[in-house]
């Protein structure tokens, strides 16, 4: 998806820069540069956020599952009390845990105790 991406918007450049200059003045060409740039940039970045939350929920979550203890929200989170759902990466109370009956855990809350 990357590299389709990346041929769309190599493309659509290379368009500009041979565009008749009565279509497109040259400001039009410079200010149409500077929002490609931006909206590159502004995914760069949100990629870069995004993978540095995946390896803490990654790391988190194998420490969970390693019998360590976390620390989420002021709570103690372990594998005697929690379990872990995946599928919307939080911590919610087992069986045996009627304390903490009805509480969601976000998993990106957490940091090892």
Same mark, same amino acid.
């Given at each position: 998806m990357q590299f389709l991406l990346f041929i769309g918007i190599a493309l659509f450049l290379s368009a500009l820069w041979y565009a008749n200059n009565e279509a497109l003045s040259k400001r039009n060409k410079q200010i149409l540069l500077v929002l490609i740039v931006l909206t590159i940039g502004s995914g760069g970045v949100y990629e870069w956020q @995004?993978?540095?939350k995946s390896a803490? @929920?990654?790391e988190m979550a194998n420490a969970f599952k390693q019998g360590k203890t976390l620390l989420c929200k002021d709570k103690e989170i372990s594998n005697e009390s929690f379990i872990f759902v995946s599928g919307t990466q939080s911590f919610i109370p087992n069986e045996n845990n009627t304390n903490d009956k009805g509480v969601v855990i976000d998993i990106f809350t957490c940091k090892l105790k």
């Open positions: @995004n993978d540095k803490h @929920n990654r």
